[in-house]
């Protein structure tokens, strides 16, 4: 298994950017790739940017140019630049690893922007 541990979050006004940071333990040598997705209140969650080990990004359409994903192999630690922030991207961000045999998920960031 992975343990990831999010942090960063916090409440930001509309237009405001954060970084979030997801620090990686474990059996890291078996990740493929990483993740940061989002849920707002009542809703499904979304992905909102992916990386793989060779460092090929997938964003979400709404947060293309805005959001920019990053890793620190030597530290095992995954980000998320987020700027421009909306108060519809309000919501718990999580950090997802895919690794051989199945994923594993931190238990979240509180990421409040406010209009």
């Known amino acids: 298994q992975v343990q990831l541990v999010e942090s960063g979050g916090g409440l930001v006004q509309a237009g405001g950017s954060l970084r979030l940071s997801c620090s990686v333990s474990?059996?890291?040598?078996?990740?493929?790739?990483m993740g940061w997705y989002r849920q707002a209140p009542g809703k499904q969650r979304e992905l909102v940017a992916t990386?793989?080990?060779?460092?090929?990004?997938n964003y979400a359409a709404s947060v293309q140019g805005r959001f920019t994903i990053s890793r620190d192999n030597a530290r095992n630690i995954l980000y998320l630049q987020m700027n421009d922030l909306k108060p519809e991207e309000t919501g718990v961000y999580y950090c997802?690893?895919?690794?051989?045999?199945?994923?594993?998920w931190g238990q979240g960031t509180q990421v409040t922007v406010s209009s």
């Open positions: 997802k690893a895919d690794r051989w045999g199945g994923s594993d």
């Open positions: 990386i793989t080990n060779g460092g090929s990004t």
């Open positions: 474990g059996r890291t040598f078996s990740i493929a790739a």
